[in-house]
């Protein structure tokens, strides 16, 4: 497979086992997003693309700090993208994109901070559970959406690997100096 774009469930639970996609470590039982992204690695041959909670990028958790510090070392991981709260309709988290790319050639990140770049939009929601005042009521949400023109300065930034003010050239040295947290705004 020659890449791929997934949003998998946040923060799941998983029966860890062993296998070779689980390197250098396996994702902890109470949290499976490692996991997730291990299997994707063994799976493409060039790139793919991870919306996660923004928690995946500094998670104190050893399994979960051994298999970040791997993917730099390694070179897997090209680029981090912060996004703003309130992508989604359904919850405030905030969230990022990982891009992992197995054919780059150095072990720099491009790390942007694009959590004000959105714009915000109002959406409608029809009540779908509960009794007829809810299901009969229409609510309102405001969630933050990226432009056609956003999304296209963010991908020319990832893969040319120079960008706007909003970005910056990781070294993997400044990452190990930063204990291998990966938020752009450190």
């Known amino acids: 497979m020659s890449g791929l774009i997934s949003n998998p469930p946040y923060n799941i639970k998983w029966e860890p086992y062993e296998d070779k996609r689980f390197i250098p470590e396996l994702a902890p039982e109470s949290n499976a997003n490692y996991a997730f992204i291990q299997t994707a690695l063994a799976e493409i041959?060039?790139?793919?693309v991870f919306l996660l909670?923004?928690?995946?990028?500094?998670?104190h958790n050893k399994k979960e700090k051994e298999i970040r510090k791997w993917l730099l070392k390694e070179g897997y991981i090209q680029g981090v993208i912060a996004l703003p709260e309130r992508m989604f309709e359904s919850t405030p988290i905030s969230v990022c994109l990982l891009v992992l790319n197995k054919k780059k050639k150095t072990t720099d990140v491009m790390m942007i901070d694009a959590r004000k770049m959105a714009d915000k939009e109002e959406r409608y929601q029809k009540g779908q559970y509960g009794s007829r005042s809810?299901?009969?009521?229409?609510?309102?949400?405001?969630v933050n959406v990226l432009s056609d023109k956003t999304i296209e300065t963010l991908v020319q930034?990832?893969?040319?690997?120079?960008?706007?003010?909003?970005?910056?050239?990781?070294?993997?040295?400044?990452?190990?100096?930063e204990d291998w947290q990966l938020a752009p705004s450190r």
Not at 134 to 142: G, Q, V
């Open 53 to 59: 909670p923004m928690s995946v990028l500094s998670s």
């Open 45 to 48: 041959d060039h790139q793919a």
């Open 157 to 177: 930034c990832i893969n040319t690997g120079t960008c706007i003010k909003i970005s910056r050239l990781v070294s993997l040295e400044m990452i190990e100096k």
């Open 134 to 142: 809810h299901t009969n009521r229409t609510y309102e949400k405001k």
